[in-house]
């Protein structure tokens, strides 16, 4: 089981850009797959992004495909959410998770761990 801690969240302008950081701590981390939630006030989290372990496959939901780019660095310790062109429904608060036992988890029912999330807000 790892521990993931985000950062990077915050307000921006709706077409600005902006770039989420996860770092992974209390297990092996090149053993999960890593991705990315969201969840908006009054609205069910959602996904977001998935990486593979090794980096040679990524997966975005489609309202934010083209726009945010999901990457890993395995020496780190650290999954990223460059997050570009984003608008005003894109406010929600990110959630970094793991998924140790899933060959291409896309729900979050196949995610282990969780982190406290990030608040990103956009202005119109």
């Known amino acids: 089981q790892l521990q993931l801690a985000e950062s990077g969240g915050g307000l921006v302008q709706a077409g600005g850009s902006l770039r989420l950081s996860c770092v992974a701590s209390?297990?092996?981390?090149?053993?999960?797959?890593m991705g990315w939630f969201r969840q908006a006030p009054g609205k069910e989290r959602e996904f977001v992004a998935a990486?593979?372990?090794?980096?040679?496959?990524?997966h975005y939901a489609d309202s934010v495909n083209g726009r945010f780019i999901i990457s890993r660095d395995n020496a780190k310790n650290a999954v990223y959410l460059q997050m570009n062109s984003l608008k005003p429904e894109d406010t929600a608060v990110y959630y970094c998770?793991?998924?140790?036992?899933?060959?291409?988890?896309?729900?979050?029912?196949?995610?282990?761990?969780w982190g406290q999330g990030t608040q990103v807000t956009v202005s119109s």
């Open positions: 990486i593979s372990r090794n980096i040679a496959t990524t």
């Open positions: 998770a793991a998924s140790r036992w899933v060959t291409s988890p896309r729900s979050a029912k196949d995610f282990d761990s």
């Open positions: 209390g297990g092996t981390f090149i053993f999960y797959r």
